[in-house]
């Protein structure tokens, strides 16, 4: 159980929006390697054009999005769906997710210094994408 996260770790889903809802499909996969449940604990999806918050792991229970340097025990992850190495969250699925974060940042009072893309833990990764600037989802973290 994470009591108090420490960190936000930011995922993507590295596959087309097709949408629709394909928050279901990734838990369908995340149980098929044999976990108890989807590794994050919130997603951002355009379903039919509006911008959804979705629901994973509750907050309390630890993830299994990022393993690397335990970050599982200690972070809260949300994966945005959509493949963003070769372009940009759209504004309404950013302003979402920045909408998302900064209540978390408030509520679990997290550094936003403590907002890092899951590239920062596995190396041999983009995610959340090329195209994702962690820099400026901070800055609006602070600003918006």
Not at 23 to 46: M, P, Q, S, T
Not at 103 to 130: E, F, M, Q, S
Request: proline share 3%.
């Amino acid at each position: 159980m994470i009591l108090k996260p420490s960190h936000i770790i930011i995922h993507n889903s590295d596959t087309k929006d097709s949408g629709t809802v394909s928050w279901g499909a990734i838990r369908k996969y995340h149980k098929g390697l044999g976990w108890n449940d989807i590794g994050y604990h919130f997603g951002i999806e355009d379903i039919n054009g509006h911008p959804e918050i979705l629901m994973g792991r509750l907050p309390n229970i630890y993830g299994a999005h990022c393993r690397q340097q335990g970050m599982n025990r200690k972070s809260i992850g949300i994966c945005v769906v959509g493949c963003f190495d070769t372009k940009q969250p759209s504004d309404v699925i950013w302003d979402t997710l920045v909408s998302l974060t900064k209540w978390l940042v408030y509520i679990y009072d997290i550094n936003v210094t403590n907002v890092c893309g899951h590239r920062k833990y596995a190396t041999h990764k983009t995610c959340p994408g090329r195209m994702f600037d962690m820099g400026r989802l901070r800055a609006d973290i602070l600003c918006k």
